[in-house]
């Protein structure tokens, strides 16, 4: 969706100016995967519209391939608007205009199936789901198991406002067991699911490989059943708390956690690494106020995920802190 941010606090009926950038939950992982360095393609519809002429051309300058992005001259492109969130509660007022909306009308037969399988990695969300049947049945084909299928990443994304009742959300526990890798927080397990806890989370989900819950402040937990010498069928867990940050915004944190972590997925990384990647994706995130966020560069986010454990607790990010180490870097290169 194209995202218009706010120009100043105050209600929505108040603000009389936003500024226009884009948003939404499989473009934002895409995005910092290929700012992260990673070859990336995204695949979706957008409206024959200005706004989604801006959608496929910011997506695509962060160098994410967008040739198999689709035009529907029949719907428009989704939009949302936001305020200023609270930077302690993330208390902010959203309205969405995506109902009716090109991406809304995917399905399988509209969407170029093959070109979503050719990755490495398939990511996909709970909120594409949630839009219309069409996707829902979109994302169960994707998740189905089969002789190609790329290693399937989904994270949840519960959003009690797309799902009717609990019953509705037990489809998100359906598309997530059918995955291989699941991003799924532990407050919207339990308003989703009923579930309480890293344990019950896991194993209502007895597919997957891998399962990382995000806990907030407190970190995030990923249970790997490819673990050998396991001792249970949950596999080993393993904990990383999240850095002290001097939050802006918690907008697409999640999305960029994800990208960070599936980063060293990809690179092959321990699974500490692989969830240090995350919260740092994160943090850049979470120290600017829309969607997306310049990440830390490769070699910098390294040096901070090798740090000994003492000096990860310490560590504390704030606003252009990963500007400020390409500028370093910039000064220290002959």
């Known amino acids: 969706m194209v995202t218009f941010l706010p120009t100043r606090p105050g209600r929505l009926a108040d603000v009389p100016a936003f500024d226009r950038t884009i948003g939404g939950a499989e473009s934002n992982v895409a995005c910092g995967l290929a700012a992260a360095g990673h070859a990336v393609r995204w695949v979706s519809r957008v409206g024959a519209d200005g706004f989604g002429d801006h959608l496929v051309e910011t997506i695509g300058a962060y160098g994410v391939d967008v040739t198999h992005v689709r035009r529907d001259t029949t719907r428009p492109t989704g939009l949302y608007f936001r305020t200023a969130g609270d930077r302690s509660t993330d208390e902010h007022e959203v309205a969405y205009y995506r109902a009716g909306s090109a991406a809304s009308a995917m399905t399988v037969d509209n969407v170029d199936v093959e070109a979503v399988r050719a990755g490495r990695v398939l990511h996909l969300s709970g909120i594409t789901a949630a839009l219309s049947q069409g996707c829902l049945e979109l994302v169960r084909e994707l998740v189905k198991p ?31 067991r059918g995955a291989d890798i ?43 059943r490819n673990t050998d010498g396991r001792e249970d069928a949950d596999g080993t867990a393993t904990l990383v708390r999240a850095p002290q940050v001097d939050v802006v915004a918690h907008v697409g944190a999640g999305d960029a956690f994800a990208a960070g972590f599936l980063s060293g997925t990809l690179r092959g990384l321990p699974m500490r690494d692989r ?21 830390p560069t490769r070699s910098h986010a390294d040096r901070l995920a090798a740090l000994d454990d003492h000096a990860w607790g310490r560590l504390r990010l704030g606003p252009g802190w990963t500007q400020a180490d390409e500028a370093s870097e910039e000064a220290n290169t002959p």
């Open 182 to 224: 699941v991003f799924v927080g532990h407050d919207e397990a339990r308003q989703a699911w009923g579930l309480h806890g890293g344990r019950a989370i896991v194993e209502a989900l007895p597919e997957p490989e891998i399962v990382v819950v995000k806990q907030g402040r407190g970190g995030a937990v990923a249970f790997d």
């Open 275 to 295: 969830l240090r990647h995350g919260h740092l994706m994160a943090a850049a995130t979470l120290t600017t106020p829309g969607d997306l966020a310049t990440p």
């Open 146 to 176: 089969g002789e190609g299928r790329p290693l399937v990443s989904f994270d949840v994304n519960y959003r009690p406002g797309l799902w009717r009742d609990a019953d509705d959300a037990r489809v998100l526990l359906e598309l997530a």
